[in-house]
């Protein structure tokens, strides 16, 4: 959290600035090379907002100038949307930002967009191109995400109420309909002892995940379309337990299973294979705790793999070197 909060009030009013002044009219030609419009979904207790959310966005703005940029909100009550964050139905939040991004008039009419996920946000976008994709997306970007959900719950902050009430859900049985209805992080609880109860009441990861015996076609064919997935796994995440989980990891306390060793992976449920096997799977880390991002890295990552659609990400070399698993 860190980096959200050296961030200044001054971005916040720059936010504002840049989307009143947004070209409504624009329309994305054959040629052209605006950038393609992005999507950000912010994570568990953040805003659209908030500072660190307006940084990231003058981030985007600085690599590719032009670019309209759309922080998926619940709510435009800023206290609302981050209360949302913690409480609610994930496949309404989901059919909610869907329907907000069909009804914009930039982003339902760009050939294509790009995504970034925040934490839990990143599983939610990922919903959004396995359920909707319309407009499709090109660029899915997940940092610190629970791919494969989350083996225990985090503590809330002393003094951090909303957060706290939320989590008093959890008193109850986490397999409840009360809890899998209103607690986000139970929808993406997935506890390997428990893999039948989550099978059987996972409001949202065991379908999003294609985990059940009917899997759904279209997940995997959305999936399928991406041009690249790109999954950032936090190298001291304590926040996210197991931190694998953002590279799809399973872990059961004993051993650990990368997603290439699993069978979502070999039978393909969910499309990872085909996409690992035209080299749009990425598996990248970042240095540091939980959602602890430098500039350079946003900006790195915002170069390589968004832009304007006729710049395929092949076609740029990766600055800095390293590589994908
Ligand atoms: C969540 O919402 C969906 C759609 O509105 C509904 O079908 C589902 O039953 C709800 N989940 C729970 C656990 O109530
Ligand atoms: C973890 O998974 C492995 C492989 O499936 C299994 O052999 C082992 O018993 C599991 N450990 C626990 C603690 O569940």
């Known amino acids: 959290m860190a980096f959200f909060l050296r961030l200044t009030l001054l971005a916040i009013g720059l936010l504002v600035a840049t989307s009143i002044a947004k070209p409504v009219e624009r329309r994305f030609e054959d040629e052209d090379d605006t950038p393609l419009p992005l999507v950000i979904w912010h994570g568990l207790g953040d805003t659209f907002n908030s500072e660190g959310m307006a940084r990231v966005v003058s981030i985007a703005e600085d690599v590719h100038p032009g670019i309209f940029v759309y922080p998926i909100r619940m709510d435009d009550d800023p206290s609302r ?22 009804a914009d008039p930039i982003l339902s009419t760009a050939p294509a967009i790009d995504a970034l996920g925040f934490s839990q946000g990143g599983q939610f976008l990922r919903a959004y191109v396995e359920r909707c994709n319309k407009p499709p997306v090109r660029s899915l970007i997940t940092f610190g995400s629970q791919h494969n959900g989350i083996t225990t719950f985090r503590e809330c902050a002393v003094t951090d109420w909303v957060c706290r009430i939320a989590m008093a859900a959890l008193k109850g049985d986490v397999w409840s309909q009360a809890v899998q209805s209103k607690l986000v992080p139970a929808q993406y609880y997935r506890n390997p002892d428990e893999y039948e109860q989550y099978l059987e009441h996972s409001n949202f990861l065991a379908d999003i995940n294609n985990e059940r015996a009917t899997k759904n076609e279209a997940y995997k064919k959305n999936i399928e379309k991406l041009e690249s997935f790109v999954m950032y796994m936090f190298e001291e995440d304590k926040t996210v337990i197991p931190k694998e989980s953002a590279w799809f990891g399973e872990v059961n306390g004993t051993e650990s299973t990368p997603l290439r060793a699993r069978k979502l992976y070999s039978e393909d449920w969910l499309g990872l ?53």
């Open 81 to 102: 949307d981050r209360f949302d964050s913690f409480v609610g139905n994930v496949t309404d939040h989901v059919a909610k930002a869907c329907a907000d991004i069909a």
């Open 273 to 325: 294979r085909a996409l690992d096997r035209k080299g749009g799977l990425k598996f990248r880390t970042a240095p540091g705790e939980h959602m602890k991002l430098s500039e350079e890295l946003l900006k790195e990552a915002f170069a390589e793999f968004y832009g304007p659609l006729k710049r395929s990400s092949a076609s740029r070399p990766r600055p800095g070197g390293g590589d994908d698993l």
